[in-house]
């Protein structure tokens, strides 16, 4: 036990992975300019290709056996002493956001290989399999469900909803489609029954201002806040707008900017959040009133009943909205126009998570020892705020995540920074969970 717990990660060498894969996907975003040093490797894109290609080629020269499932997943199994429990993983997501950075998921997947590579290196031998796990479009930025891969894996979306998710530019491949051209739609049923998961450990960046405002190192993650994604689609009528008075136009856009600043009223009135990532508007021209838009909304919070709660007021006060009535100022002193029609569509349902005792405990114990006598200091017990493939592994088998801090708590922005030292020390703590749970 003390032989593994002198175990160390080799911080150069995770860090020359991290930016080896980084060199697929930099710079290329939806049509636009090159970033000094974010990230853009949509899900089952080429570069995305390219990243899991240097995933199955290391992981196989470090001994592992290869399994791609039917959502493209790849889990990589490192044989342990004894085969009466299944593999202990590691996991995360190579995919981006197309204005991301180089942690984001990142971090998980190259120090899962980095743990592999000490495992190799000092001839460990586990009692059980230990696994590095790639997971599908964690994102849901390309396709838009996010931990969707996850999800199917655990039996909580079916493969077919997942294989029809069309992208959401320009709109013409599907996950399948897509899975088939990189040639990553895997033989093996995306199930838990057929690839059983002993635990899921899953190191990420906070992508939250929490650790780093109190000076902590690691975060000992204990859940993962609710959420719910829905789009709005509101129907006007084009029109003129020269010509069109205030009173008797149905403008979409105006109706929809409404709904927009109404959630974050219901956001703030109810600790939760609201947030609108992609608006679009028809036809999109200066000189006609918009007919017709759609929006998506996110809404998050620590509880399902707030999540719920939120939902059923925001069915209720955008129909309202639409049908052209006023409430609480929603209207801001503008003219009332004609009404619209409004439909609303639920595409995404996370429930909150807690997770595992044991995991969340292995990561407590890693944590204190790595860090030595001021772990106490160091170390904070939080919640995600952010969804993480762990949500859907939690249901299936015991789990957990690590965090460390990352700069100004800024994510998805090309900015997203995370110390090398931190980077390292989260591996260690990931490296020493695993070794944990392996002895639990
Ligand atoms: C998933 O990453 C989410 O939190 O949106
Ligand atoms: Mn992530
Ligand atoms: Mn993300
Ligand atoms: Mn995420």
């Not at 069309?166 to 599907?174: D, I, K, L, M, Y």
């Not at 489609?177 to 040639?183: N, Y």
């Not at 998506?296 to 052209?324: C, H, N, W």
């Not at 005792?357 to 204190?368: E, G, I, K, N, W």
Request: aromatic share 6%; glycine share 8%.
């Amino acid at each position: 036990d003390e032989q593994l717990a002198s175990l160390k990660v080799n911080q150069g060498r995770l860090m020359e992975d991290i930016h080896h894969t980084c060199q697929w996907g930099t710079g290329q975003k939806w049509g636009d300019k090159p970033t000094e040093t974010g990230m853009s490797r949509l899900a089952l894109s080429d570069t995305d290709k390219q990243a899991r290609d240097w995933f199955v080629e290391t992981t196989q020269a470090l001994g592992c056996t290869t399994t791609i499932d039917a959502m493209g997943n790849i889990f990589a199994v490192r044989p342990g002493l004894r085969t009466d429990k299944p593999p202990t993983f590691a996991g995360s997501h190579l995919d981006t956001q197309p204005t991301g950075g180089r942690y984001d998921g990142i971090l998980g997947v190259t120090a899962g290989i980095e743990m592999l590579k000490v495992m190799a290196d000092n001839w460990v031998e586990t009692e059980y399999p230990v696994g590095v796990v790639n997971w599908t479009n964690e994102e849901g930025a390309r396709f838009p469900m996010s931990m969707v891969a996850s999800g199917v894996w655990a039996g909580s979306i079916p493969l077919e909803t997942a294989h029809n998710t069309r992208e959401v530019h320009p709109g013409t491949a599907t996950m399948a489609s897509e899975l088939s051209r990189i040639g990553y739609l895997g033989q093996t049923p995306a199930s838990y029954e057929v690839i059983p998961m002993g635990a899921h450990f899953e190191l990420h960046i906070e992508q939250g201002p929490l650790l780093e405002m109190a000076n902590k190192k690691i975060g000992v993650v204990k859940g993962v806040q609710a959420y719910k994604w829905f789009t709005i689609n509101v129907k006007g009528r084009d029109t003129h707008t020269g010509t069109t008075d205030l009173k008797s136009r149905a403008d979409a856009l105006l109706v929809a900017s409404k709904m927009i600043l109404h959630s974050h009223r219901l956001a703030t009135a109810n600790s939760a959040l609201a947030s609108t990532g992609i608006l679009n508007l028809k036809p999109g021209s200066t000189n006609t009133v918009p007919g017709e838009v759609s929006f998506s909304l996110d809404i998050r919070a620590p509880k399902d009943s707030t999540v719920e709660a939120m939902a059923e007021l925001i069915k209720k006060d955008f129909s309202t909205i639409a049908a052209g009535e006023d409430i609480s100022d929603s209207n801001l002193g503008c003219t009332l126009g004609l009404p619209c029609e409004v439909t609303i569509t639920e595409d995404f349902d996370s429930p909150a998570t807690t997770f595992h005792q044991d995991c969340v405990d292995a990561v407590h114990q890693a944590a204190h020892s790595t860090i030595g006598p001021d772990a106490h200091d160091k170390i904070m017990e939080m919640t995600s705020g952010a969804g993480h493939d762990s949500v859907y592994t939690s249901k299936r088998c015991p789990t957990s995540m690590i965090f460390v801090p990352c700069r100004e708590g800024v994510s998805h922005n090309p900015r997203e920074y995370c110390k090398e030292e931190d980077c390292a020390l989260g591996a260690q703590v990931l490296l020493q969970s695993v070794l944990r749970f392996d002895r639990m």
